[in-house]
């Protein structure tokens, strides 16, 4: 099983909304990673988690809390978005040494209204 | 720091032709990969291929193959005779060895193959 799922696939919130973002994976990587990606641009690394701990803060403003529970789950808590904050937010997970590949979900589109 | 240019922002083949995406890496670090991924117009972006720093050896997958030459730090993909199901996006992407796990993207080449 080589797949990272993410869901919902489509989320529409409010600025005043809270919403989570799910992803899962079953391939025993033990780093997990949160990117966003608007239109027409390259993703961008929000987090990383290592082991389980946060390893990696790109200087994400604090209504984006993330969560990782276990080695095989990684949450992103939402809370008072902003409409800028719409965009394509995607999972991946790797194995931890430097070089190995990312594996992606399929992301969750997110507008915020 | 690093960095990965994809100078061509949009192209588009008719179907058949052979078609080269261009990628240009910068980074100070002697052991480093580079990656090239798709994404298709369902979002998932696709692993393609892997190459570290000290293998030079172009590799060709199918209709894919990739030219990785130091001395001009570029990781060039070509597909030959090109499909429909080839439009995407693709993305080529760096990331260093050991101390920090952070993939960085080029920018990004809209493949479009017309029937």
């Known amino acids: 099983d080589t797949e990272v799922t993410q869901t919902p696939k489509h989320l529409v919130m409010g600025m005043t909304n809270k919403k989570s973002l799910k992803c899962e994976q079953h391939?025993?990587?033990?780093?997990m990673y949160w990117y966003k990606q608007k239109a027409k641009k390259p993703p961008e690394l929000m987090f990383v988690y290592s082991y389980e701990k946060l390893s990696i803060n790109e200087s994400v403003p604090s209504r984006f809390s993330p969560e990782c529970p276990n080695s095989s789950l990684l949450n992103l808590h939402l809370h008072a978005l902003q409409p800028e904050d719409s965009a394509l937010y995607l999972c991946?997970?790797?194995?931890?040494?430097?070089?190995?590949?990312?594996?992606f979900g399929s992301g969750t589109q997110l507008s915020v209204l | 720091a690093q960095k990965v240019t994809q100078a061509q922002t949009e192209i588009s083949v008719v179907e058949k032709e052979d078609v080269t995406l261009d990628c240009v890496y910068e980074t100070r670090d002697t052991t480093y990969y580079l990656f090239w991924y798709k994404q298709p117009p369902s979002g998932e972006l696709v692993f393609l291929i892997r190459r570290n720093s000290f293998d030079e050896q172009n590799e060709i997958s199918g209709r894919y193959s990739w030219n990785f030459q130091k001395s001009t730090s570029s990781f060039n993909f070509t597909i030959t005779a090109s499909q429909v199901v080839d439009s995407a996006v693709y993305f080529c992407a760096l990331r260093i060895d050991f101390g920090n796990e952070k993939l960085t993207f080029g920018t990004g080449t809209r493949l479009t193959i017309i029937p």
């Open positions: 991946a997970s790797s194995q931890l040494t430097g070089g190995e590949k990312l594996f």
């Open positions: 391939m025993g990587h033990r780093a």
